[in-house]
Structure formats: structure tokens, C-alpha cells
């Protein structure tokens, strides 16, 4: 889900190149700030280090790069299409912890249950050690989960609560890209589901997400405790901390992240806003209304007609336009809508608004068409079945 790619080759008893599409966002870099690599605090095992040594290929930073756009970083619109100044590692507009929330999303830190560690996408058993996989740390385990989950999510659902007959439990990660929680990213869970049950899930997501970083939600709070529908859902059934969510592994005091965990969530909630103004997320009406968002000093964005689901989806195509030329395409008339609305959420976040005013923009930015229709690939992404897979 991600707006994010990696391109990943990974040597291992030989040179095997390897690619992959998945629902990603706007793409994100393998690489976090310096800040955010120093806190893993794992010898090499940075992503800098990985790359060195396994030959990570990346897609551009684009999440990243809108998000310091929406701080203001300094480019003239017109030229956006060839200056990527903001694209920096290190750029410096927007923090490094609202930078680790944006990646957040898509390399989100999780555990393996009891037997789950057992992945044989690559013909190799136990590549997983028994503590918090991040991409930074076990690039082989998080590799071969994905892969693994990619090809299971054809037939089964992946879940976390919630388990049926033809479902199988899933990690934060594989959640995230292939089930259950793929509102994180502003798309359906799956085809044929309503565009109102959607926008009810992205929305109490955000719910929750903003309601940490205005500090009504503490990070201590278990999930199971929140009075959210959607928060309850899919995570009702753990013991999860807000802590344990975001920072799982250094949710300690020493760290620091915790003390940042506002805007770590922030973080959180300009990916999935952002993700919902590309193609293939989302289908919106093809201009911007010339309407204000009620109650705010904000335009209503371009209406919602459909939220794509990935399953169906060839990875190719809902790739080519999460890429940093989709999302600069328009730029010589306007800024892009993904980065309008991300400078005026960056407004109301250093306003300290609290959810009951965040809400009113939030909802507006999420307006369906009046031609809104259920749930599906998206015509222009959808995966043409070969064959050998009838």
C-alpha cells in the first residue's frame, strides 16, 4: 500500500533480482532520516548498511517529500517537476518524528506470533528472529513475510481479530499492505464494499491517530480500551499499547520516541490523508470544487467516487502512478491536492487543534461523489488473470 515501492534484490545462495508492486502508497524511500536510523540502535543494521550489503533498489521519497513540501520547503511549483531539493534525506522542513509516522504506515515495527516465523517463500525456513522486525533490522524475514503474504492473500483474508473459516492471521505489516488494514492507506479492505463503510473506517482511523497527537489518547492507553468502532475491530483482541503500535521494540523510555509520540501519529495521519489523492487508491471527481470546506478556511478537494481494493490489482500499474511524476504532474497550474491539504493539516496541528475541530476539515477532505459505487481494482488497474491462474 503503500504511495511506497521497494525494489529489492537480495542475494542469497546466488544473485536473485527481485520486484514487487503492492498497495502501497505515494512511494517512500528505504532510507529514514539519520535521526531515525540512529534509533534503531541495532548494529548493522541501519538501512544504509542493508543497502550496502543486500542491494536494495528504491523508489523515490514521495510521502516524504509532500510532507516537506507541506512544511513549506522551499521550491517554486512551477519547477516542482524537475527540483527535488525537498526530497532530501535530511531536509529539515518537517521533523524527523513526523517523518518516521509518514513511513509508519507502510514499515510499520511488529512481532510474530507462535509459529508464523516459519516463512518458505524463498525455499528457507526460520529467516526470522524472535524480536521486533523492522526492515531495517531483518530485511530477509520482512522480504519473505511479504512475499509470503502476497501470495496467500490470492484465496484467504488476512486479518488480526476477527479470525473466519477462510482467513489467517496476519502481522501489522502484512495487515497493512493485504488486509484488514489497508484503510490505512485510503483504500478498501477489499472489492464490492460500500465507499460509506470505507470512509467510516479511514475516518475513525484518523479519529484515533489525530486524538494521540493532540494528546487526547496517551500513549499507555490500551487499545482495547478506546471507545472507537474501528480501533476496537482490528485491534480489540490485543493487549497493545498506543506505545506498543507505533514504537513496538523502542517504546522504552530511553529511546526518546515516546516522548514524540504526538507527532509520530501526526505522522500517521498525513500518509493515509495523502495516499487517498492517489490514482490508484482512490478515484476522486477530476477537478477540485470551488466550494470551502464548512466551517474551516479550507477548499474541498476533488470529491471521492471509489476507493480502490488491491487484491485485484496488477502492481505495474498501481505503481506508475504512485510514482513522484504522477504526483508533480499538475504542478504548473496548482500545487498538487496531496500537498495542499498537508500544509493545512500541518496548520491545524501547530494550532493544537483537538479532534472536534480537526474532524470538520478531515470529513470534508473525504466528501463522496454524488456518483460514488462500491469498491473495486479500478478499471485502469486491474490485473488481467493468465491461464495458469483460472
Known amino acids: 500500500m503503500n504511495f511506497a515501492k521497494v525494489l529489492l534484490q537480495w542475494i542469497a545462495l546466488g544473485t536473485l533480482a527481485l520486484s514487487w508492486g503492492w498497495s502501497a502508497a505515494f512511494q517512500i524511500g528505504p532510507l529514514g532520516t539519520r535521526h531515525e536510523e540512529r534509533l534503531t540502535n541495532e548494529s548493522n543494521s541501519t538501512l544504509a548498511d542493508i543497502a550496502g550489503r543486500l542491494g536494495v533498489l528504491v523508489k523515490a521519497p514521495v510521502h516524504e517529500e509532500i510532507t516537506h513540501l507541506g512544511k513549506w520547503c522551499s521550491v517554486e511549483r512551477a519547477n516542482l517537476a524537475s527540483d ?8 529539515g522542513f518537517a521533523s524527523p518524528y513526523v517523518i518516521y509516522g509518514v513511513r509508519w504506515n507502510d514499515l510499520p515495527p511488529f512481532r510474530l506470533e507462535e509459529g508464523q516465523g516459519n516463512c518458505d517463500y524463498l525455499g528457507r525456513k526460520n529467516v526470522c528472529r524472535n524480536q521486533t522486525i523492522r526492515f531495517s533490522t531483518q530485511p530477509a524475514c520482512w522480504y519473505c513475510l ?6 496467500k492473500a490470492q484465496s484467504k483474508s488476512i486479518v488480526g481479530c476477527n479470525r473466519t473459516a477462510n482467513s489467517i492471521q496476519g ?11 489497508q484503510f490505512l492507506h485510503g483504500m478498501a479492505n477489499a472489492a464490492d464494499i460500500h465507499p460509506v463503510s470505507t470512509r467510516v473506517q ?3 482511523w484518523l479519529e484515533f491517530a489525530w486524538k494521540v497527537s493532540s494528546k487526547e489518547i496517551g500513549p499507555q ?5 478506546i471507545d472507537n468502532p474501528t480501533i476496537k475491530q482490528h485491534f480489540g483482541c490485543t493487549e497493545w499499547t498506543v506505545a506498543d503500535l507505533y514504537l513496538l521494540g523502542r517504546q522504552d523510555a530511553g529511546s526518546g ?3 514524540q509520540i504526538r507527532e509520530i501519529a501526526f505522522g500517521s495521519v498525513l500518509h493515509t490523508v495523502q495516499d487517498s489523492f492517489a490514482a490508484a487508491h482512490a478515484e476522486r471527481e477530476p477537478h477540485q470544487t470551488a466550494e470551502q470546506c464548512e466551517g474551516t478556511a479550507f477548499t474541498t478537494p476533488a470529491r471521492i467516487v471509489e476507493f480502490h481494493a488491491y487484491g485485484s490489482q496488477d502492481g505495474a500499474l498501481h505503481d506508475h502512478v504512485d510514482s513522484r511524476e504522477a504526483m508533480a504532474a499538475d504542478a ?9 491539504v498537508t500544509r493545512n493539516l500541518f496548520e491545524l496541528h501547530a494550532d493544537g487543534a483537538k479532534w472536534a475541530d480537526a474532524s470538520t476539515y478531515l470529513q470534508c477532505v473525504f466528501t463522496l461523489s454524488d456518483h460514488r459505487r462500491a469498491s473495486s481494482p479500478g478499471h485502469a488497474y486491474r490485473r488481467i488473470v493468465s491461464t495458469h491462474e483460472r
Not at 146 to 151: C, L, N, P, Q, S
Open 202 to 204: 479511514i475516518l475513525e
Open 171 to 181: 502481522n501489522l505489516m502484512t495487515r497493512s499492505h493485504f488486509g484488514d488494514l
Open 221 to 225: 492507553t490500551q487499545l482495547k480500551t
Open 146 to 151: 511479504f512475499k509470503d503474504a502476497e501470495r
Open 84 to 91: 527535488t531539493y525537498c526530497s532530501g534525506r535530511d531536509v
Open 257 to 259: 520516541l515516546i516522548t
Open 332 to 340: 504548473q497550474q496548482r500545487w498538487p491536492e496531496a500537498v495542499e
